[in-house]
């Protein structure tokens, strides 16, 4: 019985784990060129250098913002939960911008992986990933539950 137990306090364990891990994998993670050196950035912070509020990060150092894809799920779910509107609202915001010459949208870089690499090769660079595509070649500085 006590074998038994200990069988399925492991199992247990384990599918708690792999259900932690599948969560972290569902999330959004905000990152940023190894030499920014930023110790977190809120979510009105990223708003702000998203929507062209802001050229710089709090520390002073120039960002540069590279979006998803426009039709990207992890686009549409990083611009509900930063900027509070949807990928469609903020294409329109930046269409005014850019009609009346007051602001340049952020670039736009197909995938998690190529918006990590270009990320982590750019100084000053911005991005939101997965959170599965996480490595150590970039700071993560927001976690987007």
Do not use: C
């Amino acid at each position: 019985m006590r074998k038994f137990q200990n069988v399925l306090s492991k199992t247990a364990v384990m599918v708690l784990l792999l259900a932690g891990i599948q969560s972290v994998q569902a999330e959004i993670a905000v990152i940023t060129h190894p030499g920014v050196k930023e110790i977190g950035v809120s979510r009105e912070q990223v708003a702000d250098i998203y929507m062209g509020n802001s050229k710089s990060f709090p520390n002073g150092v120039s960002a540069k913002p590279v979006d998803q894809s426009t039709n990207s799920p992890v686009r549409e779910k990083f611009y509900r939960a930063v900027v509070r509107k949807s990928a469609s609202a903020v294409n329109r915001h930046w269409s005014k911008l850019k009609f009346t010459g007051k602001g340049k949208p952020p670039r736009v870089i197909a995938g998690d992986e190529a918006v990590k690499n270009w990320v982590a090769r750019n100084p000053g660079a911005i991005g939101y990933i997965e959170g599965k595509y996480l490595d150590k070649s970039v700071n993560v500085v927001l976690i987007i539950p």
